[in-house]
């Protein structure tokens, strides 16, 4: 069983940085994919970045490419999601998820999910 718990969320000006954090507890956790979504208020949930076990596959939503970057710490059973150059438009609750590999955008096949920590970005 994989738990995942988010923590990073916050109130930010347009332009400015947020590092989310996913931890999770499982002893499988080392073999996971992982993704990051989000979903704003009245909005279907969206991909925004995934990244596979070992770390060497990642995908972004083209909306965030450039701007945010997702990384890995097995070690610390943690991944990473660095958004920098924020927009009103990236405001919406951010989850974490993860998933057998191999690692793919459809929320659909993403078994775990965490709670989601709230990201507000102000103009």
């Known amino acids: 069983q994989v738990q995942l718990v988010e923590s990073g969320g916050g109130l930010v000006q347009a332009g400015g940085s947020l590092r989310l954090s996913c931890a999770a507890s499982?002893?499988?956790?080392?073999?996971?994919?992982k993704g990051w979504f989000r979903q704003a208020p009245g909005k279907e949930r969206e991909f925004v970045a995934a990244?596979?076990?070992?770390?060497?596959?990642?995908l972004y939503a083209d909306s965030v490419k450039g701007r945010f970057t997702i990384s890995r710490d097995n070690a610390k059973n943690t991944v990473y999601l660095q958004m920098n150059s924020l927009k009103p438009e990236d405001t919406a609750v951010y989850y974490c998820a993860a998933k057998v590999h191999p690692v793919e955008m459809s929320p659909r096949n993403y078994g775990y999910w965490g709670q989601g920590t709230q990201v507000t970005v102000s103009s």
């Open positions: 499982g002893r499988t956790f080392s073999t996971y994919a």
């Open positions: 990244i596979s076990w070992s770390g060497t596959s990642i």
